[in-house]
């Protein structure tokens, strides 16, 4: 891990809650917040729904994979990862020597936070199913590379990056 390592990554399905969180917890701690899926919309100059739809999921997933690691070398604050990034096998790589906390949001509140989810290139032909599907996927690999697990159902985002800051600190402590 280089000098410049985030001091928290943000990991978890849509709707968890990694910017709003992520941006308190950059507040808090006075250090910067980066997400890598805006990194990836200034870096393509287009939304991530234009990606998908013009160029496939694979060019976006190569796209994200760059991202991260750039992002994990160089950004010392609170960075968030876009949820379907834990897919990369060399992303998981990356991401072991890192503190990373999975954000766990259930189907419900997920479904709530995201809406219809019109911007959202996954979720095309029925929000709940889709995020039941994503959420059954990917969090296996959100619990394997957490080092902290928060819940965030019927939570508020400052009480989550409290709980994150507080259980970080104990973790630091012990």
Known sequence: MSATAPRVVLIGSMGAGKTTVGELLAERWGVAFRDTDADVVATEGRSIADIFVED???????LERAAVRTALEEHAGVLALGGGAVLDPDTRALL?????VFLQVGLADAVKRVGL???????????RSRIKTLLDERTPLYTELATLVVP?????????AATIEARLEEDARA
């Open 152 to 160: 965030t159902d019927g939570r508020a985002p400052a009480e989550v």
């Open 117 to 127: 989810g019109t911007s959202r290139p996954l979720l095309l032909g029925g929000v």
């Open 96 to 100: 072991t020597d890192h503190t990373v």
């Open 56 to 62: 496939g999921e694979a060019h976006f997933r190569a």
